[in-house]
């Protein structure tokens, strides 16, 4: 019961590094999210996909790109880190058109940038 | 744009006792409400989704409850146990079913 998987779990980088966050899940769901969490501003919503080879913005989107090639797979690419960017990130995904549905989500990564 | 709050921030309760956790939303046109269990360094876990048409859902001792004209959501915890400390988060989805708008959550203690 892999659910919603996420890598690395912790990642320290420097100003202007790049990295990608990896998600997975193995539930076929056609929705995949990601947020990321940081003190008194509750989740905040970066990108969101409603399936393969679509992607769209969220609430929070500069800095962060994101592709959606297969159906699992969901990664979020930081091109040049910034301090501001330090933050836990949470992958969370659904079934598709399912705005009935509960998300699930990932056990997340937290990310410093120095 | 909505926004979502939640009061208390944090609640101290001895185990046994009855509590009520409130979420407040802005805009009332929303497709649905979730409310979310997140333990310490782990990832959200689902406890109760209301659709914006019902008034309320429940699941064992937890009970939710949603008036969408209002813009309020209660979480209903009856008898505490200590295994219920954690933060408590809720997030209303838009009628487009795409996004979800968090609260800052409440964080739970519940003393033996």
């Known amino acids: 019961n892999a659910g919603v998987t996420q890598t690395p779990k912790f990642q320290v980088l420097k100003t202007g590094q790049s990295m990608t966050l990896q998600c997975a899940q193995d539930?076929?769901?056609?929705?995949m999210s990601w947020y990321r969490q940081d003190p008194g501003m509750g989740l905040r919503l970066i990108h969101y996909?409603?399936?393969?080879?679509?992607?769209d913005q969220g609430e929070v989107p500069n800095g962060y790109n994101v592709s959606r090639s297969t159906t699992e797979d969901f990664p979020l690419r930081l091109l040049s880190a910034a301090p501001s960017q330090t933050s836990v990130y949470f992958c969370?995904?659904?079934?598709?058109?399912?705005?009935?549905?509960?998300?699930?989500f990932g056990e997340g990564s937290r990310l410093t940038v120095l | 744009k909505q926004e979502v709050t939640q009061i208390p921030a944090a609640l101290s309760v001895p185990e046994g006792e009855n509590l009520v956790l409130n979420c407040s939303f802005t805009d009332s046109a929303i497709y649905n409400l979730q409310w979310f269990r997140q333990d310490p360094g782990k990832g959200l876990t689902s406890l109760l989704l209301i659709q914006s048409s019902q008034r309320e859902q429940t699941s064992g001792r937890l009970n939710a409850s949603l008036d969408k004209s209002s813009g309020r959501s209660t979480l209903y915890i009856a008898a505490s146990q200590p295994g219920d400390s954690a933060t408590y988060l809720c997030a209303v989805k838009d009628n487009a079913g795409n996004m979800l708008t968090f609260g800052g959550g409440t964080r739970l203690m519940v003393k033996p």
């Open positions: 539930m076929n769901h056609e929705y």
């Open positions: 996909s409603v399936g393969a080879g679509i992607t």
């Open positions: 969370a995904s659904s079934r598709a058109g399912a705005k009935h549905r509960e998300l699930f």
